[in-house]
C-alpha cells in the first residue's frame, strides 16, 4: 500500500520507522510543519518528522496550512492509498481527507473517548488516571471523534512525566498503527465507531497552565508537575524570578520536613528543599534559575538569598 505520513516531533518518528522499514507498504510522502529557527545563529531546524524523511530520500513538503493547494496538488502527484497521522499539529480539511482512496488515519495517545484533544497524555496523568493508552482511528471533521481500528492500553506510573509517557505509547504505538495499516490493506479490518458515553477532553496547554498552584494538596501539585514536563515545563516565582521545576516528592510524612509549611512556604535543609501546599509538604528535585543550568534543589538553595519565611508565588 502507498502511503502518505503526516507528524512533527519525536513521538511521531516510531511509527515513521515503522512503516518505511514495512516490506508490504511505501511511504510514498511526508507532510510535516515549517522548519523553524532557533539558536543565536538563527539557524533553521528541520522537524524531527522531516529529517528522517530526508534520510531515507522520501519528499518532503512543509505547507503552513493543509488547505493549500500545494497539499491537494502534491497528493495528486504521489498518489498515496492511505494517509497517516501522528502528531501533526495541524487540521486536515475534509477535501484533503476525501481525496485519498482509504481516507486518513490517526494515532491518538488515549483511549477514546476519553481524553479527545491536544494534550490527552497531559490531562490523564493530572487527572490521576492509572490507565491510558493509544487509539488508531479514522480520521474526519470532528475532534477525534471518528470510528477506531484498534487500541492498547498501557500503565501510568506513580513517577511518569508526560514525556514518559508519551516516549512509551509513541513505541508502542507504532506497532499498532502498522497492524492497522496491514489490516486495511488486506481488507480486514472495520473500525468501530466509539462509544458516546465517557467523553473527555484535553486542550492544548499553555505556558499560564504550567505554573504551580501551591493552594492545591500535595499529590495535585505531583500530579501537576509531571504532567507538564518536560514541555512547556513546570514553573513558579521567587520575587521576581520564575523557577522551572522538575518533577517532586511526596513528603507529607517525611520527617524531616522542618516544621509545618503554609502553601508556597520553602523549608531548607542541607541535603533538601521542601514547599509546603494545602496539605503537607514535597520535597524539590531539580531546579532552574533564570539564565542558570539545572541543578539540583539543594544546591540552587545554598546559592539563593531568602529568609525563612520566603515564599513561591
Keep these: 500500500m502507498k502511503l502518505v505520513f503526516a507528524g512533527t516531533p519525536d513521538v511521531a518518528v516510531p511509527t515513521l520507522r515503522e512503516l518505511i522499514d514495512s516490506p508490504d507498504h511505501t511511504v510514498v510522502g511526508v507532510i510535516t510543519r515549517p522548519d523553524t529557527t532557533a539558536g543565536r545563529g538563527r539557524r533553521t531546524v528541520r522537524s524531527a518528522v522531516g529529517t528522517i524523511a530526508d534520510e531515507h530520500g522520501i519528499e518532503v513538503i512543509t505547507p503552513g496550512r493543509m488547505s493549500e493547494p500545494v497539499v491537494a496538488e502534491t497528493l495528486a502527484r504521489w498518489e498515496p492509498d492511505l494517509g497517516v497521522v ?35 497524555v497531559q490531562a490523564a496523568i493530572a487527572a490521576g488516571d492509572e490507565i491510558t493508552g493509544a487509539s488508531v482511528f479514522e480520521l474526519e471533521a470532528g475532534l477525534d471523534t471518528g470510528p477506531v481500528y484498534g487500541t492498547l492500553t498501557a500503565s501510568i506510573r ?9 516516549e512509551r505509547l509513541a513505541a508502542g504505538g507504532s506497532g499498532l498503527t502498522k497492524a492497522v495499516v496491514d489490516g486495511i490493506a488486506e481488507g480486514e479490518l472495520s473500525p468501530a465507531p466509539q462509544d458516546p458515553d465517557g467523553v473527555s477532553h484535553a486542550a492544548k496547554i499553555t505556558v499560564d497552565d504550567a505554573r504551580v498552584r501551591w493552594d492545591l494538596p500535595s499529590h495535585l501539585v505531583d500530579r501537576a508537575i509531571r504532567a507538564h514536563t518536560p514541555s512547556p515545563g513546570a514553573w513558579t516565582e521567587l520575587g521576581d524570578a520564575r523557577i522551572k521545576l522538575g518533577p517532586v516528592t511526596l513528603a507529607d510524612d517525611d520527617p524531616a520536613v522542618p516544621g509545618q509549611l503554609s502553601a508556597g512556604q520553602i523549608g531548607v535543609t542541607k541535603k533538601a528543599v521542601f514547599i509546603g501546599t494545602a496539605s ?5 528535585g531539580s531546579v532552574q534559575a533564570p539564565g542558570k543550568k539545572v541543578m539540583h534543589a539543594a544546591d540552587w538553595a545554598r546559592g539563593t538569598r531568602f529568609d525563612e519565611t520566603g515564599h513561591f508565588a
Excluded: C, E, M
Design 86 to 120: 501522528v502528531a501533526y499539529g495541524g487540521l486536515i480539511p475534509q477535501a484533503i481527507l476525501d481525496q485519498l482512496p482509504h481516507g486518513w488515519i490517526n494515532l491518538h495517545f488515549s483511549i477514546l473517548p476519553a481524553w479527545r484533544g491536544a494534550a490527552p
Design 158 to 166: 506513580d513517577t511518569d512525566t508526560a514525556g514518559d509517557l508519551l
Design 280 to 284: 503537607g509538604a514535597v520535597k524539590l
